[in-house]
């Protein structure tokens, strides 16, 4: 206690750790993780905790690790897990968002639509991979479309709270400019809500990973599954060494790209994020030199 008997300040709610601390409560939650399943798989056979054929140790697992990554092509898999979820999610981006602002915008677009985003919201994930089998197959372009259908509802959503959440007197100045309506979503409404629209692309990303997972329960000939696949194979196999690797790679390259698209959401909006901004400015020498070689020619 002070001396003049007043308590000292508590830590703000809500607020901000260091750079080290969080990595230093970050490092001690992966400890302890390790740690409980190290104890309850310690042993020999019935010796365990947990039984060897539910759990298998920390170093069993490790041990494994050169037999995924040959014999079942782990990295081979995780590329085209990824290949997938960048196509199908891509596919949902490039035509949710215009979706979405066009929906924004026009009133009578976002009450078309809505009907179809309340049942593409609320659906179960797992009810469409029938559906996407009786509409596509059982091929790659089932896996993307699954995936588009499974994202594409929630693109359109969140590009339409991002649009609306632009204050109106930014709408008002421009009309007052004399700015027409293509004008105003254009260069007003479009680029104010472009930052929030990427965050929740970035965010979107990682669901759609989990998706992917269902995408993968059927294999379509002697092509490669996946990573869903190779759980299903394990499992059949009755192998949990494989489905404890695969499950730690998941979120390492989710975590990985969503590392790598949040640099790139601070660079494209250093106003509102901070970042450098080296990507626009990239793009705008690249104009200046390709308007300063074709004007020689005109």
């Known amino acids: 206690m002070p001396a003049d008997g007043a308590q000292r300040p508590a830590a703000p709610l809500r607020g901000d750790i260091s750079r080290a601390g969080?990595?230093?409560?970050?490092?001690?939650?992966?400890?302890?993780?390790?740690?409980?399943?190290?104890?309850?798989?310690?042993?020999?056979?019935?010796?365990?905790?947990?039984?060897?054929?539910?759990?298998?140790?920390?170093?069993?697992?490790?041990?494994?690790?050169?037999?995924?990554?040959?014999?079942?092509?782990?990295?081979?898999?995780?590329?085209?897990?990824?290949?997938?979820?960048?196509?199908?999610?891509?596919?949902?981006?490039?035509?949710?968002?215009?979706?979405g602002v066009l929906a924004a915008c026009f009133p009578a677009v976002r009450a078309f639509l809505a009907p179809l985003n309340i049942f593409g919201r609320n659906?179960?994930?797992?009810a469409l991979i029938p559906l996407t089998f009786f509409l596509f197959g059982i091929g790659e372009f089932q896996k993307v479309m699954f995936l588009f259908i499974a994202s594409v509802s929630f693109v359109i959503s969140d590009t339409i709270t991002a649009v609306l959440e632009v204050p109106q007197r930014y709408v008002d100045t421009a009309l007052t400019l004399g700015a027409s309506r293509w004008q105003i979503i254009l260069k007003v409404l479009v680029p104010l809500a472009a930052p929030s629209v990427f965050n929740s692309l970035r965010l979107l990303f990682g669901l759609a990973f989990g998706y992917v997972m269902l995408a993968e329960l059927v294999k379509f000939g002697s092509a490669s599954g996946g990573l869903g696949d190779l759980i299903n194979m394990s499992?059949?196999?009755?192998?949990?060494?494989?489905i404890l690797l695969v499950l730690m790679i998941i979120p390492l390259v989710a975590y990985a790209i969503d590392r790598l698209l949040w640099w790139l959401q601070c660079d494209l909006f250093p106003h509102r994020y901070g970042g450098r901004g080296l990507v626009p400015r990239i793009l705008n020498l690249s104009r200046f030199l390709l308007h300063s070689q074709e004007a020689p020619r005109r």
């Open 22 to 99: 969080a990595i230093l409560w970050g490092a001690t939650s992966i400890a302890g993780f390790l740690a409980v399943w190290a104890f309850v798989t310690a042993g020999d056979g019935e010796m365990r905790l947990v039984s060897p054929a539910m759990l298998p140790s920390p170093v069993e697992t490790a041990q494994a690790l050169p037999r995924v990554f040959g014999e079942r092509k782990l990295a081979t898999n995780t590329l085209v897990t990824l290949a997938r979820v960048c196509l199908g999610f891509g596919l949902s981006a490039l035509i949710g968002a215009p979706l």
């Open 123 to 126: 659906i179960p994930v797992a």
């Open 235 to 242: 499992q059949r196999r009755g192998e949990r060494e494989p």
